[in-house]
């Protein structure tokens, strides 16, 4: 098959949708919604076999597996659907842990700001990287991310 879709469904991972945009959510509730809520993360196998490649790019920061530990950058095991600046035992700069209140989870739309240049989305990030220019390449990115923020 050109593109396998699989289907796995990760509870607690994102808030409904009118709670996942902060401009629509109220203080409060994106956090307790994003506990009690379940959605499902699809995975496009092939699109993320893609994003392990680009994410070679990303390597000498962050890591991934079962092993993975923080490095310059935090841990990305189950970072789409976490919320912003949570990711224990990383020191995220004030403005990452801002975004965090206001943000439920990382999902594909933030995660794709974000990426196309970190520091127009978090002002003063740690996150020294200029960005991911190309649109595939952060679509890929993303996918093989979803690939790892779900549960085996």
Known sequence: MSKFLSTLAVAGLLASTTAVFADTATEGTTADAAATETMAIVVDADL????????????ACHKVGDKAKNAVGPVLNGV???????????????????????????????LNTFLTKPKNMVKKTKMSFAGLKKEKDRKAVIEYLKSLSVSK
Do not use: I, Q
């Open 48 to 59: 993320a076999k893609k994003g392990k490649k680009v994410f070679k790019k990303c390597k």
């Open 80 to 110: 789409y659907g976490r919320t912003p600046g949570t990711f224990e035992g990383f020191k995220y700069s004030k403005n990452m842990k801002a975004l965090g209140e206001t943000l439920a989870a990382w999902d594909e739309e933030h």
